[in-house]
């Protein structure tokens, strides 16, 4: 399988809402998570 980037997962805020630790604490996971769920559902 080659390793390339065929999609892409964003999310916004505003930027009083979360300090960019908190994003990565709170928000990355989450991000990660839907990643690995949608590689292992189209990846074969």
Same mark, same amino acid.
């Given at each position: =399988?080659?390793? =390339?980037?065929?999609?892409? +997962?964003?999310?916004?805020?505003?930027?009083?809402?979360?300090?960019?630790?908190?994003?990565? %604490?709170? +928000?990355?996971?989450?991000?990660?998570?839907? %990643?690995?769920?949608?590689?292992?559902?189209?990846?074969?």
């Amino acid at each position: =399988r080659a390793e =390339r980037t065929v999609a892409a +997962i964003n999310v916004s805020t505003q930027s009083a809402r979360f300090s960019v630790a908190e994003m990565e %604490r709170e +928000i990355l996971p989450v991000l990660l998570e839907a %990643r690995q769920r949608i590689e292992d559902f189209f990846v074969v």
